[in-house]
């Protein structure tokens, strides 16, 4: 029988406050975060202060997404988003599949010679965990450069009618992946698919005069268990396990 209960955070997404970057871009925009993808998972925005956009690239083509506070934008997989802060951008984040984005579902528009294979992508967006604090940023800021980079290239190509240089950074991205998909996988069953389900047999035993899952009713708060991460797109307060 399938259990009546998840004690989760409802729908089983995840949660983080971002403060979006304000470092100068290559182009010269006032600040932005790091472009990027997700493979398996929608994310959303509500935007609780500030201004900027959200610049994204599909085979559509190219967007920009106005943002200020109260606005609430999201995305599907496969669509390339990077955040540009025009004064003041922060943001609640959320995530899909109990916050997978952030446990490895988001692959950086590198250059090609950079997704080759996963360690050599590791090596590429790792931010030294033991280094003083000015030394991750100097990481975090040349690693969203060189990916903004690529992606000012992916979205010239883009512009111009030539989507092979977009499509072989999805092929890039789907492979590097593939080999965590047995782990995605368990996460998924145990939050989207179980929250689901236990939607499902709440219905069916209400249907069946069965109330008995109301006595069962409990109350769960959190805090973040880290604050001021050097995150793809800006410093993140982080609510793993949500």
Request: aromatic content about 6%; some cysteine; charged content about 25%.
């Amino acid at each position: 029988m399938v259990s009546t209960a998840y004690d989760g955070f409802p729908g089983a997404v995840g949660v983080s406050r971002l403060t979006v970057y304000d470092w100068p871009t290559v182009e010269g925009l006032p600040g932005g975060g790091t472009p990027h993808l997700h493979l398996t998972c929608s994310e959303g925005y509500v935007v609780t202060a500030g201004r900027g956009t959200v610049q994204t690239l599909t085979a559509s083509g190219f967007r920009e997404t106005p943002l200020e506070a109260g606005t609430v934008a999201w995305f599907t997989p496969g669509t390339i988003h990077r955040l540009v802060n025009d004064g003041g951008l922060e943001i609640t984040v959320v995530m899909q599949n109990s916050g997978l984005p952030e446990a490895g579902d988001a692959v950086l528009t590198l250059p090609q010679d950079r997704l080759t294979d996963p360690d050599t992508y590791a090596d590429a967006v790792r931010i030294p965990s033991d280094a003083p604090e000015d030394e991750q940023a100097r990481v975090a800021r040349a690693r969203r450069d060189l990916a903004t980079r690529r992606f000012l290239e992916l979205r010239e190509a883009t512009e111009n009618g030539d989507p092979e240089p977009l499509a072989a950074f999805r092929r890039a991205a789907a492979d590097l992946v593939r080999p965590r998909l047995d782990d995605w996988g368990r996460r998924w069953a145990d939050g989207a698919h179980a929250a689901a389900e236990a939607t499902r047999a709440q219905l069916a035993a209400l249907r069946g005069e069965d109330d008995g899952h109301l006595a069962d009713a409990k109350v769960s708060a959190t805090g973040p268990t880290a604050t001021g991460r050097f995150g793809m797109c800006g410093r993140l307060a982080v609510y793993p396990g949500i």
